[in-house]
């Protein structure tokens, strides 16, 4: 029994499996699997029963036993380890050196289909994607009822295997994403994709971007009206969220759910999320451009304030404002990180910090705050985690720019900033293109 | 990884050559700079003396400064200031530019030319004359005036204080007024007031640059109809009411009749009853109030003439008719024996929420 003997040798390391010698019906075999994957006992109770109905369709006990799954060839070591380690059974039965791998009742490893938290829906389909690459895909299916709905199903990795489903309408499509997409999976199914810098690796897009090429939606919603939209879309194994292909400047500024409003919320809802961007990027660099190169822009009475507000604080403005953004961005990031129950803490004591105690110690003008505030509140009314962190970082070009140049610096910082944001193409498509030719 | 290195490597080098190469490290925060809003200029001997009223940006002590230096420029003279002060004298908030009255009819084209060329000062800070010495000027509004500092700024401010009887004019239309030969302007007179803390007691006429004569503050009003903007402007008829300037629409034609300027004008007034005296109609009013304008009109027409000064910018009608050469006689030789047919138009649009009889 050579198989046998090498799958023992193969998980000598992993006291995971089992090897147990057990009766179908009268039939002697030995289950072999992995403990921690499935139900043994709720497998064991469904393969008799299965055994017991197909029992007078086959001539022998091997016979009966094909019957109940995929039999693997006694020297096929590969695909008897991928069986096991995707949660699958092995029924081995040794009279006739046969090796069935058999669907098992998996244990509940994956949670059930919960709320979005990432991306709050008001008066919207509310179900979000898990971890369970089967579930999602279902979640989309239900969602888009449509038989030019295609997928293509991958499994990439050398040492880790992961699954990867490639979503697409036919009718829609770009075909010349299409085919880039397909052909990068084809050629590099060897490397392994744990996180999306190695999928960004593996489908040849660019690693540097402060753009990042797919758009993430946790809501079938969302990933369908993508779809529908000529996109391509990804889902990873035990990855919560639909990766989209390409990104767009649009998605920036449009929720799916907006659409579920009269026309003229989702219009005011947009042109807000458009004056957020606005505010978020240029209210830091106006702030500084004001204040230490171009006061004369300000009408006096606004100066005498600013100025007063700005009396006895020692650092010139951009030093002054680039102090209270590393605080501010370092309670943004302490904040994702806390666990929920200290979260309102730190809330709490940044507000005190911020607001109250670094203004009265004269460290800022509490002008700044307000401005800071202002500017960070915008920062989330943009729609996208991923997006808003772009802006994020592009606010900083413009902040310097601001410093050294003013309101020239201001505006050439929006001029390049433009100009970035129109260079940046995935496969081709460009970043900022908007309308698209429709197809079909 | 080396590639990345490398590129990283270079984009760094770029960023660390940005603090050197900008050239804007004297940039100074808007606390460390000084922003004056009015600078009073009078002239001693052949030295300018220089006046600046700076706002002072602590709240425990609004006072308002008032620092003075004299100077054989203007520049010179706030170099000085700005060389004794703590800050940097900006005179980029510029909004008021004060003249001593001796000084404007000695004539002030140098400085108003300097204003223009200067990057820092603003030519749209508007050109007032002081009817009194400066030094007394500002001695009297430092002690009437506390917690506002922007009161100079607002007297002339269209959205504060400003009202028609106010002439309102640019640094830059005194310049144009300087170069052009169809145009003159005219700049308020100030002083210090008994009740309030600013007086308007009229307005100079100024002719390239030099103070002629001055008008009053009815004939401001007048001057403001001509140009269509004498809106909220009040109006005394005779004894029997005041109205209220609600509408103003103007329209000019000029021809040249035997090298003779002349020129069509009609002035529509849309008035509104304020105070009536005695029991006058509506029709009385009207006209009555249509003569005197007219009458006020012939008046400042003439002043005018006889200064040769085009506050009025008639000339500007006849630009297509006369050659270049022509032109520039249009003060000495055409405004002279210039004819200016008038027509008052007055509606009264409304006589308030009383009703009066006699439409």
Known sequence: MPLLHELKLRFASDDDIFF?????????????????????????????????????????????????????????????????LSGKMIVFHKPSETFIAVEAAS??????????????????????????????????????????????????????????????????????????????????????????????????????????????????QDTVHYLMRGKAVLLLDRFPCALVLPNDLWSMLAVQNDLNYPRLFTLSFRLLRLAGVLCHILAPGLYVAVVSVNPEILRIEMALTVAQSRLGVPYPALVETLILLFVLEMVMEA?????????????????????????????????????????????????????????????????????????????????????????????????????????? | MIKVMRRLCRILLLLAAVPLLHGCWDNKDINHRSLPLVMGIAKQQDKYRIYLQIPSSDPQNPQMKVVAESGRTVTEAVDRISMNM???????????????????????????????????????????????????????????????????CDFFDKNAGWNPSIAQTHIWETFRSIHSYTRDVIAPIIQTGKD??????????????????????????????????????????????????????????????????????????????????????????????????????????????LKEADILGVGQYFRTDLSRSELSHWRSVYLPKAELQLTIKAIIQNNGNLKTTGM
């Open chain 2, 196 to 305: 309030t803390i600013i007086e308007n007691v009229g307005s100079a006429i100024i002719k390239n640059g030099k103070m002629v004569d001055r008008i009053n503050p009815n004939e401001t009003l007048l001057y403001y109809a001509f140009k269509g903007a004498s809106t909220q402007g009040k109006i005394e008829v005779l004894d029997h009411a005041s109205v209220l300037i609600v509408n103003n629409t103007v329209s000019h034609h000029g021809k040249i009749v035997n090298s003779k300027p002349l020129l069509r004008s009609t002035i529509r007034l849309k008035v509104s009853v304020l105070e009536t005296r005695g029991d006058p109609t509506m029709a009385s009013i009207r006209q009555e109030l249509e003569e005197i304008e007219a009458k006020r009109f012939a008046k400042l027409f003439k002043k005018m003439q």
């Open chain 2, 86 to 152: 703590e800050s940097q004298v900006d005179l980029l908030h510029l909004k008021v530019i004060l003249v001593e009255k001796h000084f404007a009819q000695e004539g002030m084209a140098d400085i108003i030319e300097g204003f223009i060329r200067a990057r820092d000062i603003s030519p749209k800070a508007k050109l007032v004359i002081c009817n009194e010495s400066l030094e007394r000027f500002f001695e009297n509004m430092k002690t009437a005036i506390a917690g506002n500092q922007t009161i100079l």
């Open chain 1, 107 to 220: 244990k509940p490893l994956t949670r059930s289909v919960e709320e979005p938290s990432d991306e709050s829906v008001i008066h919207g389909p509310r179900s979000a994607f898990n971890e369970d690459i089967d579930t999602n895909l279902g979640m989309v299916k239900r969602q888009l009822n449509s038989d030019k709905l295609a997928v293509k199903s991958y499994a990439v990795g050398a040492n880790s295997r992961t699954r990867i489903n490639l979503l697409y309408l036919e009718n829609q499509v770009e075909p010349a994403l299409l085919t880039a997409i397909i052909g990068r999976f084809e050629s590099n199914k060897e490397l392994d994709v744990c996180n999306l810098q190695q999928l960004s690796r593996m489908l040849g897009l660019p690693s540097w971007a402060a753009i990042s090429p797919y758009i993430r939606t946790e809501l079938p």
């Open chain 1, 20 to 84: 147990q010698p057990d009766h179908i019906l009268h039939i002697p075999v030995v289950f072999i699997g992995l403990t921690s994957l499935l139900d043994l006992i709720q497998t064991k109770e469904r393969l008799t029963k299965d055994a017991f109905a197909k029992q007078g369709l086959a001539a022998d006990d091997a016979g009966l036993l094909r019957q109940l799954g995929e039999s693997i060839d006694t020297g096929d070591l590969r695909s008897a380890v991928t069986s096991l």
């Open chain 1, 335 to 440: 904040s994702v990180r806390l666990p929920k129950s200290i979260g309102p803490t730190i809330t709490m004591v940044g507000g005190i910090i911020l607001g109250q105690a670094v203004v009265s110690a004269k460290l800022v003008s509490n002008l700044l705050i307000i401005i800071l505030a202002a500017a960070t509140i915008a920062n989330f009314t943009i729609s996208g985690f991923v997006n808003s962190i772009s802006i994020r970082l592009f606010k900083y070009v413009i902040l310097l720019l601001a410093a050294f140049y003013g309101i020239l610096g201001l505006l050439s910082g929006m001029v390049l900033v433009c100009a970035y944001v129109s260079s940046v193409t995935t496969f081709g498509i460009p970043y900022a293109q908007l309308a698209r030719k429709s197809r079909g």
